[in-house]
């Protein structure tokens, strides 16, 4: 594998951190009673997001699920107006109008999270299409849930991808639960990777509590999408660190289940113990990363609980027809 | 006398690496391994044996075996099947499974074990299986150490050895690779090949990339297999039989002074330089450069190496296989399967009965 340089593998893990620390003090402040709707927590899958858009720029478009804190930061949106757009803000990302569900930022290339399960792969089939009748380079990554994966946009979007040889990549977190049921139960096989073989593209599974297997994985297909190869499919196994929702009892997961991930398959603890084992980075390094995310966190959530409300004005703004 | 047990490894994560994407590689389906577990069984039950002893394998595998034993009809449902029981076991979903099995069915007492999977498959259950006969079964196009082979035949040639009526001179004695590592004389083992990648992560785990590999040693060099063994039969076969092995060390085929076309995984064929190869004898340590970069074994890295670490390698006795060619042809030659065996008769029987 090509190497990684220390300046990368220092992003990456500021982008993990970054996401991390993100989800911890959401958990955190949806408790006290302050944030408003729905969240859905990205902890403990980061590596996903930061191995994958390590490999994308500005112009390559991602698409994200109900889970879309991690795929935002990983593809470079500001955060103290992601945190401002969760508070339901004026600063906020989309100004307070999306919030959780529907944080968006296309200047980055970021199209949004989804409330609809299963709803961001065929907006990446639009992205390889346009790519490719434009003749750009431009690459369209779909994340999706392996509750996504038994939908029809799904397959239908992986047909359409294959038949059309767009430059996609779809990206499965299986995480093992589609909300609270496992995928013993909603699904016949364990690897969501095989369903690519009846649409003719490649799948593969990697350890998607492995930046490097996930960033090695996914640079191949990035790669192979932006050189005219195709789709393909990558399917990474992961644990999420909370319930499907903040306020999920999480009855449906096994005593410990998460303890034992955290203790054992943490992608921030595994790539931490590897970069400093290696010789690569010191941990004073790691730390001083730290400390820098904890701070902008911080000032993320004063800036967002300082930002105005919206008003009745905005109600006609940013919307397609013009009412002024 | 207790009933003759074989047991059954089918690892249904074999053949989802990212050869499939880079490569090309081959895509093997769980229901056929299922199929195949089937298969075997026949071959099994037509040569006497009364029981299997299985991993419980998931996504798909045992599913669709059990789906296919209770689902068969007419003459199919007649034939003998020996009696299918799963170990009770806790999946993790990882190498450790396949170890803790072998350790199960050794407690169990099976007279072999057929192991459907690839290379890396095999490397697990070597390590720990002792002296019981393994039947190697390939499932995919990408191993060098398992056999292609229809089911129904391993089943038969494995039944023909557990039932005594093939012997010793059926198995072969398969070599190891172990690899010591800071002190550790058996850190890991391969049985095909250990190779150090220039790459520092494990990453997405396959050896894909010629450019980062150094230098590797193989047990045996087979020119028809795929991968480093192919490499290093370019240079000089080696059968299995063989005591030796190969230690051979690359070059950046743009300087190397002898230069390869070899087959490094299925649909890949690249340039290898070489920089030069010799012969390694059974309990010589070779020992290897260390750090920074990782070891790969049977093609998939698996230790990372940090600068300083000691590294050796000393070729050693590996598991006993069933030798299928060699069985069968015994069977033929000596008449093994001439008139109907015991657990066969009644088939005969009924069909006389018939007008």
Redesign the interface.
Same mark, same amino acid.
């Given at each position: 594998?090509s %190497?990684?340089g220390k300046g990368e593998l220092l992003g990456s893990y500021r982008v993990m951190r970054t996401i991390r620390e993100f989800e911890e003090r959401v958990h955190l402040e949806m408790a006290t009673g302050e944030l408003e709707g729905f969240v859905h927590l990205y902890a403990g899958e980061e590596a996903i997001a930061a191995g994958v858009c390590a490999h994308l720029n500005d112009d390559d478009r991602i698409s994200s699920t109900h889970r879309g804190h991690g795929h935002a930061i990983a593809k470079g949106c500001d955060v103290k107006a992601m945190m401002a757009e969760l508070y339901g803000r004026q600063d906020g990302l989309c100004h307070g109008k999306g919030g959780s569900m529907h944080i968006a930022d296309f200047e980055k290339g970021m199209l949004g999270a989804n409330g609809i399960v299963g709803g961001g792969p065929p907006l990446v089939c639009g992205v390889g299409l346009s790519a490719k009748v434009r003749g750009t380079a431009q690459v369209g990554v779909s994340f999706l849930g392996d509750g996504a994966s038994n939908q029809g946009t799904f397959l239908e979007s992986l047909n359409l991808a294959a038949v059309w040889k767009l430059p996609c990549v779809f990206v499965v977190e299986n995480n093992g639960y589609a909300e609270a049921t496992s995928s013993r139960y909603h699904q016949? $096989? *364990?690897?969501v !990777?095989?369903r690519a *073989?009846g649409f003719g593209m490649?799948?593969? $599974? $990697?350890d998607g509590h *492995?930046f490097?297997?996930v960033? %090695?994985?996914a640079g %191949?297909?990035i790669r +192979?999408a932006r050189a005219g190869g195709g789709p393909?499919l990558v399917e990474c196994?992961v644990t999420r660190f909370y319930g499907h929702f903040e306020g999920d009892q999480q009855t449906y997961r096994a005593p410990n289940e998460i303890e034992d991930a955290r203790a054992t398959r943490d992608c921030l603890e595994r790539f931490a113990q +590897?970069v400093v084992? !290696?010789?690569?980075v010191d941990p004073a390094e790691l730390a001083a990363i730290d400390g820098e995310v904890r701070a902008l966190i911080d000032e993320a959530v004063a800036a967002a609980k300082a930002s105005p409300w919206p008003d009745a004005t905005d109600l006609t703004t940013d919307v397609y027809v013009s009412y002024r | 006398m207790d009933k003759i047990a074989v047991g059954v490894i089918a690892n249904p994560a074999s053949g989802r690496d990212i050869r499939r994407l880079v490569a090309g590689a081959s895509v093997f389906d769980n229901a056929e391994k299922g199929s195949m577990v089937l298969r075997l069984m026949a071959g099994l039950g037509a040569t006497g044996v009364e029981r299997v002893v299985m991993m419980p394998a998931g996504d798909g595998v045992s599913a669709r075996l059990v789906r296919a034993l209770e689902g068969r009809t007419g003459d199919f449902a007649e034939r003998p099947m020996p009696a299918l029981e799963f170990l009770d076991m806790t999946l993790r979903g990882n190498a450790t499974d396949t170890a803790s099995a072998v350790a199960q069915m050794l407690l169990k007492r099976v007279a072999a074990i057929a192991v459907l999977g690839g290379d890396g498959t095999h490397r697990i259950v070597a390590k720990v299986c002792g002296d019981t006969p393994l039947c190697t079964l390939s499932t995919g196009t990408n191993n060098a150490f398992p056999h292609m082979c229809e089911a129904t035949i391993a089943g038969l040639a494995t039944g023909l050895v557990v039932s005594g009526r093939v012997g010793p001179e059926a198995l072969r004695r398969e070599k190891l690779l172990w690899v010591s590592r800071n002190g550790d004389p058996r850190h890991d083992a391969a049985v095909v090949d250990v190779a150090v990648s220039g790459s520092r992560w494990v990453g997405a785990r396959a050896l894909w990339r010629i450019g980062d590999i150094r230098e590797f040693l193989v047990t045996f060099a087979s020119p028809s297999a795929v991968g480093l063994s192919a490499v290093a039969a370019l240079l000089e076969p080696v059968p299995r039989s063989a005591r030796h092995g190969l230690h051979v060390r690359l070059a950046d085929p743009a300087r190397a002074a002898s230069v390869l076309t070899a087959p490094l995984a299925p649909g890949l064929i690249v340039p290898v330089g070489i920089a030069g190869y010799r012969r390694i004898e059974p309990g010589e340590v070779t020992r290897l450069e260390g750090g920074p970069g990782s070891l790969a074994l049977d093609g998939e890295r698996e230790l990372e190496l940090a600068a300083g670490d000691e590294v050796g390698v000393r070729l050693g006795e590996g598991p006993l296989t069933i030798d299928v060619d060699e069985v069968m042809g015994q069977a033929a030659r000596r008449g093994l399967l001439n008139g109907a065996c015991p657990s066969l008769r009644r088939d005969i029987h009924h069909k006389e009965a018939v007008p």
């Open positions: 594998m %190497e990684i016949a $096989v *364990d690897d !990777a095989k *073989d490649p799948g593969i $599974v $990697v *492995d490097f297997a960033h %090695e994985a %191949e297909a +192979r393909s196994k +590897r084992s !290696a010789g690569i | -």
